[in-house]
């Protein structure tokens, strides 16, 4: 049925067609049409990201540490920059911004390139559905890492308080009501003697002064126990999720463990990745807790450079992951710059022209795509069509964050999971390199996604966050939330706590003497 709108001064009554071509049409309006075409975006180009990233591993497959490291230089120049242009010309990069401290980044950059050397140095003989599905384990990784390293124990002043109340022998219950935003700068710690609030920064004395009364003494603090803690971090269906996604990627190895050692031992190398991943995503939530906001700019370009830098000191790691000699690395990075630049083939003897090989026998290079059976695309275009579909991707994510919603971030990256793993299975793709697609790899990508679908939109639903994207130039970026705060809970500040103490004593609140 057709809805009459409100007319203008003049005009007629609108009719506004209310049929299911009315409804397409009207989904197609201003924002929320570009929202659809963002989201399609993400989709599509995520889904061109995985697997451009393995067409240049396999145009530079004995370059796997010059991938790492080159693909994290190019975001420098790109990324300060714009930091550049923002700090001199626009007020979106705050002083509050510049002061975030300098080591978290380093942290953040630390980990981050360890992740990229393990995903793309670990993930060169891993096939393309393969990494595909194994990413995924990020998930319950994290989950893991979370509930061990993300507890609420209480700012440094709450647990003076309880260190207090234990050295003076005082029998006192502990309830966790307070926001886990408690912090030694804004603490929200109270504690309570037979119902009166006491000044927690001056109760030595009150409790010493108290002891011949029969005290009921509750100290309320945002620390939690880890029964309540694993109980409400997450919620029942997303630890559902979290096994069933593991369920699928051993479903998904199975093929590996029962062709040998080999295949296993680079999955299980490429998984190792997860661990890493799973670590920044903790610590960038740590980090962010207290910042009230963050140039994404800002941030990736300072993580870069840390990442860049500190990757130069994994060139011992890189070599054994990669069967060479430690002296070899500098030359194997020279070799990697002008197998892309040039095309040329440095490793042509003693190697075979096609997969399977990496176990026992390396690849010959294909830098100028001569060997089909390793790769058809020239190293140049391989890491230029990665790139630039990284780029495209991370932007996408962004817009989509900034126009939607980290949720429907999470939609639409869930969608480029079956995606992928169809695209790895087309020739035109991934020409000789394509993979067969079978049962185990449906079932393994079945599994997975059920568990993906659970845990992200079966879990706990929370209020919408304020965040930012940490974009990736490896792996998948992720969404953190920052300055989270409860309003709901105010902090008292010392005097009002004070005067309500002396209140309930019958004394004056202002001087603290007995009331006429």
């Not at 990669?322 to 030359?331: A, F, K, Q, T, V």
């Not at 989509?400 to 480029?416: C, D, E, F, N, R």
């Not at 393994?444 to 679908?453: A, P, R």
């Not at 930012?468 to 009002?496: C, H, M, W, Y």
Request: charged residues 15%; hydrophobic residues 45%; positive net charge.
């Amino acid at each position: 049925m057709a809805k009459e709108t409100q007319p203008l001064l003049g005009q007629e009554p609108q009719q506004e067609d209310d049929s299911f071509i009315g409804k397409i049409k009207r989904t197609f309006r201003g924002q929320n049409a570009m929202l659809l075409f963002y989201l399609v975006g993400v989709v599509l180009i995520g889904t061109t990201n995985r697997v451009t990233f393995k067409i240049m591993q396999y145009s530079t497959i004995n370059y796997g540490y010059f991938d790492s490291q080159f693909t994290t230089f190019v975001y420098l120049p790109i990324n300060f920059a714009v930091i550049f242009f923002k700090i001199n010309f626009t007020k979106t990069i705050t002083p509050e911004m510049r002061r975030f401290p300098t080591y978290k980044f380093l942290v953040m950059g630390f980990l981050d390139s360890l992740q990229g050397l393990l995903i793309v140095v670990g993930g060169l003989y891993v096939p393309g559905i393969m990494q595909n599905l194994l990413l995924q384990g990020s998930v319950p990784v994290t989950m893991l890492f979370s509930i061990f390293l993300l507890r609420p124990r209480g700012c440094s002043h709450c647990r003076k308080v309880k260190s207090l109340l234990k050295s003076k022998n005082i029998t006192f219950a502990e309830e966790t009501t307070l926001p886990e935003t408690c912090t030694a700068t804004n603490c929200l710690c109270r504690v309570t003697v037979n119902g009166m609030e006491i000044d927690t920064n001056n109760m030595g004395d009150l409790l010493d002064s108290m002891k011949q009364l029969n005290r009921k003494v509750v100290l309320y603090t945002s620390a939690k126990s880890w029964e309540t803690h694993v109980k409400s971090f997450y919620s029942l269906a997303q630890y559902v999720g979290a096994v069933i996604i593991l369920s699928g990627l051993v479903v998904s190895v199975f093929p590996a463990l029962k062709s040998g050692a080999g295949a296993f031992k680079y999955d299980l190398m490429f998984f190792t990745a997860t661990i890493p991943t799973a670590l920044s995503g903790v610590y960038k939530e740590i980090a962010f807790r207290d910042a009230e906001d963050m140039d994404v700019w800002y941030l990736n370009g300072w993580v870069a450079l840390f990442q860049f830098l500190i990757g130069l000191t994994y060139a011992p790691l890189a070599a054994v992951m990669s069967g060479l000699p430690i002296r070899d690395i500098p030359s194997n990075l020279y070799q990697g710059l002008f197998c892309f630049l040039l095309g040329r083939n440095f490793v042509v003897d003693k190697c075979l022209t096609s997969f399977p090989c990496g176990d026992t026998t390396i690849c010959c290079d294909s830098c100028n795509g001569v060997y089909p059976g390793v790769s058809d695309v020239s190293a140049l275009w391989g890491m230029l069509m990665y790139m630039t579909a990284n780029v495209a991707y991370n932007v996408f994510l962004v817009l989509v964050i900034k126009h939607g919603s980290a949720a429907l971030m999470y939609v639409a990256s869930t969608l480029v999971l079956p995606l992928g793993s169809i695209c790895f299975t087309i020739p035109a793709f991934l020409g000789r390199n394509a993979t067969k697609f079978n049962i185990y790899d449906g079932a393994g990508l079945v599994v997975v996604l059920v568990g993906l679908i659970t845990y992200r939109f079966l879990g706990k639903k929370s209020a919408p966050a304020t965040g930012v994207a940490i974009l990736s130039n490896i792996g998948e970026p992720i969404f953190v939330e920052v300055g989270q705060d409860n309003p709901a809970f105010k902090p008292r500040t010392r005097e009002q706590i004070r005067g309500n103490y002396y209140q309930r004593l019958g004394l004056d609140p202002a001087r603290g003497v007995l009331n006429p």
